[in-house]
């Protein structure tokens, strides 16, 4: 990893009285039941954007005047350079579409390719957001459940077969990197998803809003880019948010290289006003790409250390307990069941003893019961004292 030089991670800013769902006490008490906690949940950092992406913002609000405003020559270049320059993928101008959000454009994709009644793919456990969206268009959820095994998750290709295969199969939500797995997937684990869904007519929507975020020499294969085929019954839905940490900002494109697909998903948005970007969007998306990859880079440095951190936290003091291998995202997926401690209660003891607020592995799907996700994109001395809450709450209720 590059070695941190220039930006300075360990910064305590606080986020309490800035609306930000992740830290609002109001918001977790009505969501998790609890409102006072440390939280490693939501999937934004606590570090800083880059510098020179706010100043092209503060720029921009100086000329004072808001109006209607159109994606610029440059702003489209940017994301072009971008993904040729980091994932050596060549996309076209006309492919791109902005969307308001990643899950915003799945679920106009999932209204737009399929009916009621109709089914659609997850891999779980899976971010949450996919079987919501799918429930509530009011489509079928079919689950090709991970396999977990030795350590490590793989896709269950003979039940991607027997789905893929049933008549009111339409769709298929690929997250790559895998959210909250944090598996990249390889190019020959991507051949063969899509070979199954090409022969089976099945359209992939592919998630791949944690591309930039990668580890250890995982290299992220864009699925699109693997072959005409794939590109051309494929939505990639990508945006500068996850990683230069702009949520808020709002920001996302859909890649879509089939013209006939293309224009339905736009005019799908159009219908409902969503195809037009903010002032703020197009800012910092163009400078995101053009002038942040240093941050980037450094970002991810200091990220793998909080890793390596977390990992050797658990290794002294919960060595059953199993981190497991980091691939791709910030957000460690850990396997608590070791300890026996059922579910729920894990669950209950991390957020009401310890007071930490992470994300309980079972949002994910069923199969992610006993496991919890733990959001590592913060300065260390926030890990350390959340982990420290957890370690002295789950030893007092196992000496119990």
């Given amino acids: 990893m590059p070695k941190k030089n220039r930006y300075n991670f360990d910064e305590l800013i606080t986020r309490e009285g800035t609306d930000a769902i992740k ?69 076209e101008k006309e492919w791109l579409q902005f969307a308001p959000g990643v899950v915003t454009a799945i679920n106009v994709i999932i209204q737009t390719f399929s009916k009621p009644g109709d089914g659609v793919i ?14 509530n268009n009011g489509r079928e959820i079919l689950n090709n459940e991970l396999l977990f095994s030795g350590g490590s998750y793989q896709i269950d290709f003979k039940d991607l077969k027997e789905k893929c295969a049933m008549p009111r199969t339409k769709l298929l939500i690929l997250c790559s990197p895998h959210n909250p797995v944090a598996r990249v997937w390889k190019t020959e684990e991507l051949k063969q998803l899509g070979e199954i869904c090409m022969e089976n007519n099945v359209l992939v929507i592919s998630d791949e809003i944690h591309c930039d975020i990668t580890f250890n020499n995982h290299k992220h294969i864009p699925f699109a880019s693997i072959s005409l085929e794939f590109a051309k019954r494929s939505f990639t839905c990508v945006a500068p948010t996850k990683t230069f940490n702009i949520a808020g900002l709002k920001s996302s494109n859909v890649i879509i290289p089939n013209p006939t697909l293309r224009e339905d998903f736009t005019t799908a948005l159009t219908n409902i006003s969503i195809a037009s970007p903010s002032i703020f969007a197009l800012v910092a998306t163009e400078t995101a790409y053009n002038s942040c990859e240093n941050w ?53 003891i991390i957020k009401e003893e310890a007071k930490v607020g992470l994300d309980d592995g079972a949002m994910f799907g069923e199969s992610g019961a006993g496991f919890q996700r733990i959001n590592i994109a913060c300065p260390r001395e926030i890990l350390k004292e959340a982990l420290n809450r957890i370690r002295d709450a789950l030893i007092k209720r196992l000496k119990k």
């Fill in 23 to 91: 830290w609002d006490a109001k918001f977790m008490e009505e969501y998790f039941g609890v409102g006072d906690l440390l939280p490693l949940w939501v999937a934004d950092m606590d570090f800083r954007a880059p510098e020179v992406l706010l100043q092209a913002l503060k720029k921009r609000v100086e000329h004072g005047i808001f109006g209607y405003t159109i994606p610029s020559e440059s702003y489209y270049q940017a994301i072009i350079n971008w993904f040729k320059q980091r994932h050596g993928w060549s996309i």
């Fill in 296 to 348: 980037l880079n450094e970002v991810l440095a200091y990220i793998w250390d909080n890793y390596c951190f977390l990992k050797d936290f658990f290794a002294i003091n919960f060595p059953n307990c199993y981190v497991l291998p980091l691939e791709g995202t910030y957000l460690p997926w850990v396997d608590f069941r070791p300890l026996g401690i059922e579910a729920k209660e894990l669950d209950r």
């Fill in 122 to 135: 997850i891999q779980e456990p899976v971010y949450y957001p996919f079987a919501r969206t799918i429930k």
